[in-house]
């Protein structure tokens, strides 16, 4: 039996055979950090805090409905 905990709260779980994705490039895009993943996701400074999408075109469909 594993003692290792379970993580099973949607997307913060992942399969245990998948590796961690890994940053491939962060910076500053119009005043706006972000870091760019192995795994296509996104992460960016919003206005209201960190926000993590599942590519940049999600990041973009968001952006545009905030303008």
């Not at 245990?16 to 992460?43: F, N, R």
């Amino acid at each position: 039996m594993s003692s290792k905990p379970s993580e099973t709260n949607g997307t913060s779980a992942r399969n245990e055979d998948q590796p961690a994705a890994t940053v491939l490039k962060s910076g500053i895009v119009d005043g706006m950090a972000y870091s760019l993943y192995s795994d296509g996701s996104i992460e960016a400074q919003m206005p209201e805090g960190m926000m993590r999408f599942g590519s940049i075109d999600e990041l973009r469909a968001h952006l545009d409905q905030r303008s």
